[in-house]
């Protein structure tokens, strides 16, 4: 029987390898058994899955993935935890080994993986949450599914809804990916060191994503927006439009009060901008 590991698993396998959690990649271990089963839950992890996790550490999650029969390719930037990773693997689940693929690299630099994954089921450092995960979805249309336990304000970020003070640049991005939602908070006791913080999951089913428009026009618009949040649309877009129409003409041609901010658009929102404005080049 496989065997998830214990705060006391953790703390002997740092110290067998010299770890001290590093600010600088944002480390912070998982030592309780029943969260990291409470993700593999909550995403619905099954046989058959082909789990992307980015920054597996000391290996708590990765076991709890494998679990249900799934293959797991963990990402993980620092050498030592990276060698070491079939190591407890084996250690703990001898049975799992033959599904773990582990590549050593940082993962907003990743192009490619030993198999296409379906699923991205991660405790992601806090400093570069958000652009792994847009990153990942950007390169691999054959994930599916998304569930990451973040740093609680970025999980609001990622979830805030137009209108709200967390809205902006993270929010409207995610959501051309699919449906996102917030799938419960995370106690900052479960980990060591215990960062200064809670944690939550966030969770995203992809979806089409919408005609007539590429991402790079969406994301190039979205990052004009609110590159000034307190900038009107009229202001704020005036060196983004790409065609030779005025953008009064451009945001009256989408419906959009040239009044508004970027923190009050919806992505149908940016969309239709995005629309009207190749018409009006």
Sequence with gaps: MSRLLGAADVRRIATELDIRPTKKWGQNFVIDPNTVERIVRVANVSRGDVVVEVGPGLGS????????????????????????????????????????A????????????????????????????VPVVLHLLAEFDSIHRVLVMVQREVADRLCAEPGSRTYGVPSVKA????????????????????????????????????????????????????????????????????????????????????????EELSLEDFCAITRAATSAG
Excluded at 190 to 218: C, H, Q, Y
């Design 61 to 100: 999650l990765t076991l709890a993935l494998l679990r249900p029969g799934a293959q797991v390719v963990a990402v993980e930037i620092d050498a030592r935890l990276a060698d070491r990773l079939p190591r407890t693997t084996s250690e703990f689940d001898p049975a799992a080994i033959d599904r773990l």
């Design 102 to 129: 582990v590549v050593h690299a940082d993962a907003l630099q990743v192009h490619q993986l030993p198999t296409p994954p379906t699923m991205l089921v991660a405790n992601l450092p806090y400093n570069v949450s």
């Design 175 to 262: 959501r051309w990916f699919g449906d996102v939602s917030y799938a419960g908070d995370v106690s900052r006791t479960v980990f060591w060191p215990v960062p200064n913080v809670d944690s939550g999951l966030v969770s995203l089913t992809r979806t089409a994503p919408p005609a007539g428009v590429t991402r790079d026009e969406i994301f190039s618009l979205i990052d004009a927006a609110f590159a000034q949040r307190r900038k009107q649309l009229k202001s704020a877009l005036s060196g983004w439009l790409p065609g030779h129409g005025s953008v009064q003409e451009v945001l009256d041609a989408a419906g959009v009060d040239p009044r508004a901010r970027g």
